[in-house]
């Protein structure tokens, strides 16, 4: 069987150093980071979401704003409200929950958001910043840089691996597959469209699985002594790989819940902390 990668653990270890980010920006600048949450909308996981974020960091010591708007609102109207917090010396990241409300433009709203105080890497410019490899231009998207760090802590090596990532979206399958190209792995992404993906997985020496379909993932499909990691979350606490059987075949599996999720958050946290000094001028 494989070992579980604890994301929880590898978590609360980046939070332990988070707080004590903090305690060095309040001891040089005597402020506190603050990470502004805007919520639009009362989608519960959305609601849970955004509660955790903000207790999280609370708990290493940061200032958290909370920010609710109807679900009614318009466009116009939320990103008056981001652009506000963005004008704002007292809000050091700015996270917009998503998705958004079907009428509202996600990507306006966004964009809104300056490189400076994305913290959640969602801007086109963090995007750019990630592919071409250009440090201190924004921040890597959440959950992408998230299981780099995961894979970081149970130093699985990358440079000259098959990767296969299955999900291209703009937030979790295209980030990743650039931070993996960074690592010099040879990358695959795969999607909707992608024809015998169980023969393109079975070749994969690392896999991320990021399609929104539980259970999609069939044990079958892995190659023995791959390494996977479940990005998906779907009703039921189930992942995106049909969990049992991969893991009879993998060296290495995320469980879903206590893999990705944890260290997602903490890099939210931990990019909060990072912007906080960049924006004051402290050296961490």
Known sequence: MAMLMDGRAVGQRMLDACAEKVKAIVAARGTRPCLATVLVGDDPASVTYTRMKRTRSEAVGMRSLKVELAAASTTEEVVARVAALAADPAVH??????????????????????????????????????SFGLPGVGYGSCTPEGIVRLLDAYQVELSGRRAVVIGRSPILGKPMAMMLLARDATVT???????????IVAEAD???????????????????????????YNAGNIGDVDFEPAAERASLITPVPGG??????????DHTATATARQLGVTL
């Open 93 to 130: 990241g700015i996270l917009v929950q998503h998705p958004v409300p079907r009428h509202v433009d996600e990507r306006r709203v966004f964009e809104t958001v300056p490189s400076a105080k994305d913290v959640d890497g969602l801007t086109l410019t963090s995007f750019g910043g990630v």
């Open 189 to 199: 992404i795969c999607h909707s469209r992608t024809r015998d993906l169980g023969a």
């Open 206 to 232: 690392v896999v991320v699985a990021a399609v929104g379909k539980a259970r999609f993932v069939q044990g079958a499909w892995i190659k023995p002594g791959a390494v996977v990691v479940d990005a998906g």
């Open 260 to 269: 990705v999720g944890p260290v997602t958050l903490a890099v939210l946290i």
